[in-house]
Nanobody, 123 residues
């Protein structure tokens, strides 16, 4: 079972940037696709970015396309989310997880969530 530890969140002004990191445990991580999710206050957890096991393919939610970039380093068992031009609607707790590519699309079916990292975009 893979465990996750997210970091890098914080308070940022609109238009600012943050880089989130997720450290994953377990040797299986490098064989799985990985995703970043966010949960805004009062809303369900949603997938915002995904990357295949070796990074050849990435996919983004429409709301973050062109502003967020997902990447991974399998040697370090880490996945990253570079977030630029942050807006107030990006506020939420950000989590990472891993699974088969299709499995990432249903966060309710994933287990072993980390604590997440809070991102707050406010002036």
């Amino acid at each position: 079972q893979v465990e996750y530890e997210e970091s890098g969140g914080g308070l940022v002004q609109p238009g600012g940037s943050l880089r989130l990191s997720c450290a994953a445990s377990g040797s299986i991580f490098k064989f799985l696709a990985a995703g970043w999710y966010r949960q805004a206050p009062g809303k369900q957890r949603e997938l915002v970015a995904a990357i295949t096991n070796y990074g050849a393919t990435t996919e983004y939610a429409d709301a973050v396309k062109g502003r967020f970039t997902i990447s991974r380093d399998n040697d370090k068992n880490e996945v990253y989310l570079q977030m630029n031009n942050l807006q107030s609607e990006d506020t939420g707790v950000y989590y990472c997880n891993s699974d088969r590519w299709a499995g990432l699309k249903d966060p309710s079916a994933l287990d072993s969530w980390g604590q997440g990292t809070q991102v707050t975009v406010s002036s």
